[in-house]
T-cell receptor, first 111, second 114 residues
Framework: EDQVTQSPEALRLQEGESSSLNCSYT??????LFWYRQDPGKGPEFLFT???AGEEKEKERLKATLTKKESFLHITAPKPEDSATYLC????????????FGAGTQVVVTP | DADVTQTPRNRITKTGKRIMLECSQT?????MYWYRQDPGLGLRLIYY???????NKGEISDGYSVSRQAQAKFSLSLESAIPNQTALYFC?????????????FGPGTRLTVL
């Protein structure tokens, strides 16, 4: 059975304190791994898609990386506006077109 | 204007009532999805549709039904609402032609069943 696990569940950072979020996955065949940002009471906002091990993508203070077993979302020098829940999801060869989501990591960045 | 819209944004109803949540999109995408989100459980797929004539059950379809009225419209119904259907509901779309199958979400409907 495909599984997606995110850690930690919650992360509290000081402004400027870099850190990483983890998304580990066990799937039959990965077609793509997705990162989303979700603000309270709002819909998830698409950030990145990663397709193969070794791939990296960046957007402002966020950088996503992918290995064969996990993905990391690195937040460099975070600001309070980076506070959100970050979700990862996978699209697999067995369920093409349907995404399986992790439970998310809630990030709070304090000034 | 938002590409994916959901109505209503908030709804409070009573046990046993029939409820319809509506989703419209202007992205021109073929695929549409309904999810529910509960604290600590993440997003769970209720139903999905890859085109107007294609409707499929997700992992938690019991107690729900859907209708794909047009490429741009996908409605979710709760025939007889119960309190454990209290949740945030999201509609999403994706493009068949996209290599990555990224999904784009609406703003959500907060449903409370008393």
């Amino acid at each position: 059975e495909d599984q997606v696990t995110q850690s930690p569940e919650a992360l509290r950072l000081q402004e400027g304190e870099s850190s990483s979020l983890n998304c580990s996955y066990t799937v039959s065949g990965l077609r793509g791994l997705f990162w989303y940002r979700q603000d309270p009471g709002k819909g998830p906002e698409f950030l990145f898609t990663l397709y193969s091990a070794g791939e990296e993508k960046e957007k402002e203070r966020l950088k996503a990386t992918l290995t064969k077993k996990e993905s990391f979302l690195h937040i460099t020098a975070p600001k309070p506006e980076d506070s959100a829940t970050y979700l990862c999801a996978v699209d697999t060869t067995d369920s093409w077109g349907k995404l399986q989501f992790g439970a998310g990591t809630q990030v709070v960045v304090t000034p | 204007d938002a590409d994916v819209t959901q109505t209503p944004r908030n709804r409070i109803t009573k046990t046993g009532k029939r409820i319809m949540l509506e989703c419209s999109q202007t992205k021109g995408h073929d695929r549409m999805y309904w999810y529910r989100q509960d604290p600590g459980l993440g997003l769970r797929l209720i139903y999905y549709s890859f085109d107007v004539k294609d409707i499929n059950k997700g992992e938690i379809s019991d107690g729900y039904s859907v209708s794909r009225q047009a490429q741009a419209k996908f409605s979710l119904s709760l025939e007889s609402a119960i309190p454990n259907q209290t949740a945030l509901y999201f509609c999403a779309t994706s493009d068949l032609a996209s290599a990555g199958n990224e999904q784009f979400f609406g703003p959500g409907t907060r449903l409370t069943v008393l």
